[in-house]
Each structure stands twice: as C-alpha cells, then as structure tokens.
C-alpha cells in the first residue's frame, strides 16, 4: 500500500490502475478532488442550474467508481466528460419526456372539461325546448282543464280546494283534471318529450 503523499502524486491513470490492483478508496478520493469541479462546470453547461448540478457531480463520482473497477482507460478526464455529458443529457432527455406527458395530460383534461361544458350547454338547451313545449301543451288545453291542472299539480291543492276556488263541483273538477291529463301527454307524446321529463315537473300523478 502506498503513502497518500505518493498516491496525491500519481496521474490520473496510473490512480486507476493502483485502485484496480489494490482497491485502495484513497485513489478513488484523489481523483475525486481532482476532479469535481470539472464534472461540476461540464454539468453546469448543460443543466444550467447549481444545485441540480451538484447532485450530478454525486451521481458521476458514484457511476465512476463502480465502473472503474474494469475499465482501461487512456485518458480518463476525457472520458469523464464524455460520461458527464452523457448522464447530463439522459436526465434533460428525462424531464422532458415527463413534461410532455404532463402537458398531454393537461391537454386532454382541458379536453375533457370543454367536451363535458358542450354536453352541459347541449342538455340544458334541449331540456329548456322540452319546458317550452310543456308550456304551450299546458297552453293548448281547454280554459277549465288548464285551470284545474295548474291548481292539481302546480299549486298542489286538493279537490275539494280546487272546487271551492274555482265554483266547479268536484265531479268537474276530477273531469277536467283526468281530461287535461290525457290531454297533455297525448300533446308532449307527439312533440317527442321523454316520460322523466313530465314526471320531474307533475311528479307521479301525471301518470
């Protein structure tokens, strides 16, 4: 085992070679001083960011000592850029593989918003023309059975209220109540109005 004065004055390559012959980290701790802030300005050029480019002066040092247990190198800070720029370019080619999914991901949220705003927009226009037709099938009917029905299902007042309020018997009143009632599905049938649509307004007694 050599001194650590004469490891500080072997080359680069002859550190490598002690290291692989004798495993001695202190090789590996020479070339890591000797070299960090050139792994530190090669990381720099590409990731343009301090921080980020000291956790890949780490993440180099840590590859390379793994690595240098085999390798036969000529001229190793050469080599060491070229490992660098590599792990550099892996990352950038990284992040931006995720950003674009995330920004694909946005996308097609803010497609799936503006498709579910359509349909809303769609179902409330066609539920607004289904209301409009109901209003004018309760316009259609007679004057004493448009009376009744909208005192029936709308006011929910009872026959016998029905009869006092508008002077008919309750015989008429159940007549033009059952009357207006045929009536008006016969006139919301032919206009195309779904059964849910009546009964979300008249409830169950239309039927």
């Known amino acids: ?116 705003d359509e349909l809303h927009l769609t179902e409330k226009k066609i539920l607004d023309k289904r209301l409009d037709m109901l209003q004018e099938a309760v316009k259609s009917l007679k004057p004493e059975q448009k009376q009744c029905v909208e005192l029936f299902y709308i006011q929910e007042k009872s026959y016998v209220e029905i009869a006092e309020h508008t002077g008919f018997d309750i015989k008429q009143v159940k007549s033009f109540i059952q009357n207006g009632k045929r009536n008006l599905r016969i006139f919301l049938d032919r206009s195309g109005v779904p059964v849910i649509i009546l009964i979300s307004i008249f409830g169950d007694k239309l039927y």
């Open 1 to 116: 085992m050599k001194k650590a004065s004469d490891i500080n004055k072997l080359t680069d390559e002859q550190l490598i070679e002690y290291y692989q012959s004798n495993y001695d980290t202190n090789a590996l701790g020479v070339l890591y001083k000797r070299h960090t802030r050139f792994v530190y300005y090669v990381s720099m050029k590409y990731l343009k960011d301090p921080e980020r480019s000291e956790d890949m002066v780490m993440q180099v040092f840590e590859k390379l000592f793994k690595e240098l247990k085999s390798q036969n190198l000529i001229k190793f800070q050469a080599w060491l850029h070229t490992v660098t720029r590599n792990e550099c370019l892996m990352l950038l080619r990284s992040e931006q593989s995720q950003l674009k999914k995330q920004q694909e991901f946005k996308k097609d949220e803010e497609s799936d918003m503006e498709i579910s």
